[in-house]
């Protein structure tokens, strides 16, 4: 399994590049801590609850980039059979449609195909996440008043990125004998957004 994912999830096919934890900085230590938690096969549910004395902004900024990186390379890894032929609209099924708004270029709700919204989620998610008035990188530096309405945001899309892989592309993640990893991501994902309420549950009705 872990040669098939090696080939599967090549990280030159990441859709955008990978947000990187800077050596020494608290943020890197606690990235270690949640991927080694993550690596010894604990459960889920535990894995993702804070550590003791730790700041929970800090813990959620981690856990954001993180996964932004791991939903970045699962997408980057099947968007080729996501096209504008196959997908004209970004939808999870029938019943759901998502619309773009990023109140600068789009500034209502605007109907995009599944690879245009990925491209402006991606770009829109780096963008924010580069910021340093968003994501305070230097110690000692606050984070926003606003910060956990952004990470919700953030969250947000990116489970409809799940929503449309599994509704419209799971029999290409099953003939690239990568579904373990993608549920087991999927889970990781679920756990923590459950655990700090950080997505509303009507979100989380198409799956």
Request: with cysteine; charged share 25%.
């Amino acid at each position: 399994m872990a040669l098939c994912l090696k080939q599967v999830f090549n990280k030159d096919k990441t859709f955008r590049p990978r947000k990187k934890f800077e050596p020494g900085t608290q943020r890197f230590e606690l990235y270690k801590k949640a991927q080694a938690s993550l690596k010894s096969g604990l459960d889920l549910k535990a894995v993702v609850q804070l550590p003791p004395g730790e700041s929970i902004n800090d813990w959620i900024a981690v856990h954001v980039v993180d996964f932004f990186n791991r939903i970045n390379l699962i997408y980057g890894t099947m968007s080729e059979y996501c096209t504008e032929r196959s997908c004209p609209i970004m939808s999870g099924g029938l019943k759901y449609e998502y619309r773009w708004q990023d109140d600068s270029k789009y500034k209502k709700p605007t109907k995009l195909s599944a690879p245009q919204y990925m491209c402006m989620l991606m770009d829109w998610i780096e963008m924010l996440i580069n910021n340093e008035d968003v994501f305070p990188t230097r110690i000692g530096v606050p984070f926003p008043k606003q910060f956990q309405q952004v990470c919700t945001k953030i969250l947000t899309r990116l489970f409809r990125v799940f929503v449309h892989v599994y509704i419209h592309h799971f029999d290409s993640i099953i003939n690239m004998g990568a579904e373990a990893h993608v549920n087991t991501c999927y889970k990781h994902f679920y756990y923590f957004i459950r655990e700090f309420s950080l997505i509303d549950h009507r979100e989380l009705e198409p799956l």
